[in-house]
């Protein structure tokens, strides 16, 4: 899991366009994108979104990520979120995965924490840039802050050598400090030293097999031991800021990260000791089931059935003489639910909160059985409580688990980024400068690569006056939107608006990015040089013990 936005190499591939807000409102049209890779490294095809962690760095169509990874669109909470910073609010991070509860946690003044990793294998650009800003506003909001350097990961998936990972780690390090992170209230750490990290690591691998990365990352016979166990050590970087007490924790990362975010959720979740549902009777019922039998229970009567309680025999009889064309199962479902209702019998359906034992040990699970208040049923396997809601059950299984020795995991969140164009016009490449400007690139590089992109104006400024330019395709705006404008939303919006509207030319627009992009690297180089004693005083190790 790396919150990069990464430079990659491709044979082939069209503009991608960032779709910037410009008003805080309405988004721009129009979006186009370079192929995406499945995870075998394929060429996928025009029609298909895939996400690989260590290949194409680009996605052909946003909209597709929320209908098929049920990525959720971020415009739906930004209204919960306080002091919005300026990505979410232009739309630049696009996407979330379960956000609500950090955006709770920042309203309320709760716990909460954020953390990103770099893969160091190159110079830090202004990709790398979205994330910094992003770690550094959730530190800003009171969450606790970290950032990693994930050097194995770059030494296993990458190759790159001990001694190349530190001279890279510390660039990163250095603008990351000199963007505004504190790192007396946040930690730094890489990867290879840490310790409990490993530790964790090597505990989440036994709930991890070989199936289920080769499913997740087309892993096969020739994957590298060592890059299957990166991905372990990913995983519990993730985890990682809630060894000392479960809070919610947000990793920001690009879309192409999302594998690794799923994997992590499930992780979590395998972590448990207890698992709570809702439930209907002493016996489970897998989720379809669930809602079959929670409809009729909400629709029957036990006076129907001359009893004084509904029965299992009850919903299983009225069940049976429902169509299923009008029933929202399939047959082997309802097949399986008929069954295990007519065994139960004259047992009585009656909703309840079900703590179902999953890793806990005797000890936590007779200290569950003491916690739960009111009404209960003691199983082999499970404990069902009678007068807790759901919330309520949750809180006090993760409460019981930490007390007895567990972690009481939360599953993390995300929010995602969109990628940056190259300012050559397809996506962004390590192997062509002029594609994409370094954080450590001389101010005056700086300023000729941008004068040099690729816009989105028309053929003469004649038709441009008369049709206005296409933003929405422009890499230049792309940079104002990104970077240039700062929190100047008034300004993000005017250049967006002189330039549809014809009044902005493209020299013009170039000619005052590059001057910002300038004097932005003159800026950020100097503040670099100001944080190296705060880098040397910070608890990381700039050199790893592994180099020889």
């Given at each position: 899991?790396t919150?990069?936005?990464?430079?990659?190499e491709?044979e082939s591939?069209?503009?991608?366009?960032?779709?910037?807000?410009t008003?805080?409102?309405e988004r721009?049209a129009g979006?186009r994108?370079s192929?995406e890779?499945?995870?075998?490294?394929?060429?996928?095809?025009?029609?298909?979104?895939?996400l690989d962690?260590?290949?194409?760095s680009?996605v052909?169509?946003y909209?597709?990520l929320?209908?098929?990874?049920g990525?959720?669109e971020?415009?739906?909470?930004?209204e919960e979120v306080?002091?919005?910073?300026?990505l979410?609010?232009r739309?630049v991070?696009?996407?979330?995965?379960?956000?609500r509860?950090v955006a709770?946690?920042l309203?309320n003044?709760?716990p909460?924490a954020?953390l990103?990793g770099?893969?160091?294998t190159g110079d830090?650009?202004i990709?790398?840039?979205?994330v910094?800003?992003e770690?550094?506003?959730h530190?800003q909001q009171?969450a606790d802050?970290?950032?990693?350097i994930?050097?194995?990961e770059?030494n296993?998936?990458?190759g790159?050598?001990?001694?190349?990972?530190?001279d890279?780690a510390?660039?990163?390090?250095l603008s990351l400090?000199?963007l505004?992170?504190?790192?007396?209230?946040?930690e730094?750490y890489?990867?290879?030293?840490?310790?409990?990290?490993?530790d964790?690591?090597?505990?989440?691998?036994a709930?991890?097999?070989?199936?289920?990365?080769?499913?997740i990352?087309?892993?096969?016979?020739e994957?590298?031991?060592s890059?299957?166990?990166s991905?372990?050590t990913?995983?519990?970087?993730?985890l990682?800021?809630?060894?000392?007490?479960p809070?919610?924790t947000v990793?920001?990362?690009?879309?192409d990260?999302d594998?690794?975010v799923?994997?992590?959720?499930d992780?979590a979740e395998?972590m448990?000791f207890?698992k709570?549902?809702?439930?209907y009777a002493s016996f489970?019922l897998?989720?379809?089931?669930r809602?079959?039998?929670?409809?009729f229970y909400?629709?029957l009567?036990p006076a129907?059935f001359?009893?004084d309680?509904?029965?299992?025999v009850?919903?299983?009889?009225?069940?049976?003489?429902?169509?299923l064309?009008?029933?929202?199962?399939?047959?082997?479902?309802?097949?399986?639910v008929l069954?295990?209702?007519?065994e139960a019998?004259?047992?009585p359906?009656r909703?309840r909160?079900?703590f179902f034992?999953r890793?806990?040990?005797?000890?936590?699970?007779?200290?569950?059985?003491?916690?739960?208040?009111?009404?209960?049923?003691?199983y082999e396997n499970h404990?069902?409580?009678f007068?807790?809601?759901r919330?309520a059950?949750?809180?006090?299984?993760r409460?019981?688990e930490?007390?007895n020795?567990?972690y009481g995991f939360?599953p993390?969140?995300?929010i995602?980024h969109?990628?940056m164009?190259?300012?050559t016009?397809?996506?962004?490449?390590s192997?062509?400068?002029?594609?994409?400007?370094s954080?450590?690139?001389?101010?005056?590089?700086?300023?000729?690569?941008?004068?040099?992109a690729?816009?989105?104006g028309?053929e003469t400024?004649e038709?441009q006056?008369?049709?206005g330019g296409?933003?929405d395709?422009c890499p230049?705006?792309e940079l104002?939107?990104?970077?240039l404008s700062?929190?100047?939303?008034e300004?993000?919006?005017?250049v967006y608006?002189?330039?549809?509207?014809?009044e902005r030319?493209c020299g013009?627009?170039?000619e005052q990015?590059?001057?910002?992009?300038?004097e932005?690297l003159?800026d950020?180089q100097e503040k670099?040089?100001?944080v190296?004693?705060?880098?040397e005083?910070?608890?990381i190790?700039?050199?790893?013990?592994r180099?020889?």
């Amino acid at each position: 899991m790396t919150g990069d936005d990464p430079l990659e190499e491709s044979e082939s591939g069209e503009p991608t366009t960032a779709e910037p807000r410009t008003d805080g409102g309405e988004r721009s049209a129009g979006s186009r994108s370079s192929s995406e890779l499945r995870s075998d490294g394929g060429a996928a095809g025009a029609d298909d979104v895939a996400l690989d962690p260590w290949g194409s760095s680009s996605v052909s169509d946003y909209r597709k990520l929320f209908e098929e990874f049920g990525i959720e669109e971020f415009d739906e909470i930004l209204e919960e979120v306080p002091n919005p910073h300026y990505l979410m609010r232009r739309g630049v991070i696009f996407g979330h995965r379960d956000y609500r509860p950090v955006a709770e946690a920042l309203q309320n003044d709760e716990p909460a924490a954020v953390l990103s990793g770099f893969m160091p294998t190159g110079d830090p650009h202004i990709g790398h840039k979205l994330v910094f800003d992003e770690i550094i506003w959730h530190q800003q909001q009171g969450a606790d802050a970290y950032a990693l350097i994930a050097d194995l990961e770059a030494n296993s998936a990458r190759g790159m050598s001990w001694a190349e990972i530190d001279d890279h780690a510390r660039d990163y390090l250095l603008s990351l400090l000199a963007l505004g992170f504190d790192p007396e209230e946040g930690e730094l750490y890489r990867q290879s030293t840490n310790r409990e990290l490993q530790d964790l690591a090597f505990e989440l691998g036994a709930d991890a097999n070989f199936s289920e990365f080769q499913a997740i990352y087309g892993f096969d016979g020739e994957t590298d031991v060592s890059h299957m166990q990166s991905v372990v050590t990913q995983m519990a970087d993730i985890l990682y800021p809630q060894l000392e007490e479960p809070k919610p924790t947000v990793i920001p990362v690009g879309p192409d990260q999302d594998p690794h975010v799923r994997l992590a959720r499930d992780l979590a979740e395998r972590m448990r000791f207890f698992k709570v549902s809702e439930a209907y009777a002493s016996f489970e019922l897998e989720p379809e089931e669930r809602a079959l039998v929670a409809e009729f229970y909400a629709d029957l009567e036990p006076a129907d059935f001359d009893d004084d309680q509904l029965r299992c025999v009850h919903v299983a009889e009225a069940i049976e003489e429902t169509p299923l064309s009008e029933l929202a199962v399939d047959a082997d479902t309802l097949s399986s639910v008929l069954t295990k209702l007519e065994e139960a019998g004259m047992e009585p359906i009656r909703p309840r909160t079900r703590f179902f034992d999953r890793r806990a040990t005797d000890e936590a699970f007779d200290a569950l059985i003491d916690a739960v208040e009111g009404e209960k049923r003691v199983y082999e396997n499970h404990v069902d409580a009678f007068d807790l809601d759901r919330a309520a059950a949750e809180e006090l299984a993760r409460e019981v688990e930490v007390d007895n020795g567990g972690y009481g995991f939360q599953p993390p969140s995300s929010i995602y980024h969109r990628f940056m164009t190259g300012l050559t016009g397809g996506k962004m490449s390590s192997s062509i400068p002029a594609s994409h400007i370094s954080l450590l690139d001389d101010p005056e590089d700086g300023y000729d690569k941008v004068k040099a992109a690729t816009t989105g104006g028309r053929e003469t400024a004649e038709e441009q006056r008369e049709k206005g330019g296409k933003a929405d395709e422009c890499p230049v705006y792309e940079l104002y939107a990104y970077l240039l404008s700062g929190d100047d939303d008034e300004f993000a919006k005017r250049v967006y608006d002189e330039c549809v509207d014809g009044e902005r030319l493209c020299g013009d627009c170039k000619e005052q990015a590059a001057q910002l992009m300038k004097e932005f690297l003159e800026d950020h180089q100097e503040k670099r040089e100001e944080v190296e004693d705060l880098l040397e005083d910070a608890d990381i190790e700039l050199e790893s013990p592994r180099r020889r």
